[in-house]
């Protein structure tokens, strides 16, 4: 298929769109397995409510896209964290669910917007922005 045309051995973006909105995508198995460093970005503004199985221990969002992430992000059988920007995004990712990861946050590139307070998983100081990201609330 399609996935198996990409070389995938670096950490590029999958765009998401309308019709991928509500699906499971599974980082660990199948044919999404061979994309676990990538990240997941907006290929027309959509927004994600579907589930989401990392590979390793982060959420990974970036590009140069919009996307709304709906679906609350929670730890798997360890804590996992958030990754947002490979450093070269210059895309708005922006998390509404009620996110439940334990890990940090960390802010690389592009625009990140957390609509609420409970959007950002972990506790205390956990948010690390790194220059040229920026964060909003919203």
Do not use: E, M
């Not at 045309?5 to 590029?12: A, D, H, K, P, Q």
């Not at 044919?31 to 390793?56: E, H, K, M, Q, R």
């Not at 709906?70 to 920007?85: I, K």
């Not at 439940?100 to 690390?128: D, E, R, W």
């Amino acid at each position: 298929g399609f996935l198996a045309r990409i070389n995938n051995t670096g950490s590029g973006t999958l765009a998401l769109t309308a019709a991928d909105s509500s699906s499971t995508l599974d980082f660990t198995s199948g044919a999404l397995a061979a994309f676990s460093n990538w990240y997941l970005g907006g290929g027309d503004g959509s927004t994600f409510t579907g589930s989401i199985v990392p590979a390793g221990s982060a959420y990974r969002f970036g590009g140069n896209g919009a996307l709304t992430v709906a679906s609350n992000l929670g730890d798997g059988t360890s804590a996992r964290s958030l990754v947002v920007g490979n450093g070269n995004s210059t895309g708005v990712i922006a998390f509404s669910g009620t996110n439940t990861y334990t890990g940090g946050t960390t802010l690389n590139s592009g625009v990140t917007i957390f609509q609420s307070p409970s959007a950002i998983g972990g506790s205390g100081q956990n948010l690390l922005v790194n220059a040229p990201a920026a964060v909003a609330s919203g």
